[in-house]
């Protein structure tokens, strides 16, 4: 499975498998610098780099065949705006890497945890993954914030694990195991 046509709902909102034509919604998010504080990415210098990038993610595979390539773009139910997305990458262990992006202008309202709630359910339910990672900078408080909501536990930090933008970054390794997630996560509809 895929899941190159799965949509998944909550009560707020509706998580969109990744399209190229999401692009120019995506590019105005996107753009937006104070995202890119806390990762040594830049914003995409063109709506054209975004969306050959959008192209190869739309695959759901990569290069190779050994990782499943998840991408759902965040969108309201109630006007149908765009407000950012989530990504995962499925390995051959059935673990998983977690990011999310979620416009600066949707921040502090319980988006990101809502669609990260619903996503990481599926991941359990109809994935089969059993753990799930992600790796936040030290610094990047609201993240962390969010992942310790979701159920996450804090695990082994790495110094010095990027220089970007005049500065090291360190970096904690979170993760969220299917056994232990049950305690953890609400249901998917709760904010």
Not at 31 to 53: K, M
Not at 116 to 132: G, Q, T
Not at 151 to 179: C, H, I, M, N, V
Request: net charge negative; with cysteine.
């Amino acid at each position: 499975m895929t899941g190159q046509e799965v949509v998944l709902e909550t009560e707020r909102l509706r998580l969109e498998p990744l399209r190229v034509s999401h692009a120019p919604e995506m590019f105005t998010i996107l753009s937006d610098t104070r995202l890119y504080q806390f990762i040594p990415h830049n914003p995409p210098p063109n709506l054209a780099s975004l969306e050959e990038r959008f192209q190869r993610l739309e695959t759901r595979m990569s290069p190779n065949g050994d990782e499943i390539w998840l991408n759902w773009i965040v969108r309201s139910q109630a006007d149908v705006q765009c407000l950012g997305r989530v990504e995962v990458t499925i390995r051959q262990d059935s673990s998983a890497y977690f990011a999310y992006e979620i416009g600066v202008n949707y921040w502090g309202q319980g988006y990101g945890t809502e669609a990260c709630r619903r996503i990481i359910k599926a991941l359990f339910e109809d994935y089969n993954v059993i753990r799930i990672m992600a790796e936040v900078d030290t610094r990047n408080i609201a993240s962390i914030k969010l992942l310790e909501r979701l159920g996450f536990q804090r695990g082994a930090l790495r110094e010095k694990a990027d220089f970007f933008k005049g500065s090291s970054s360190d970096e904690f390794t979170y993760t969220l195991s299917r056994q232990t997630s049950g305690k953890h996560v609400p249901s998917a509809g709760t904010a």
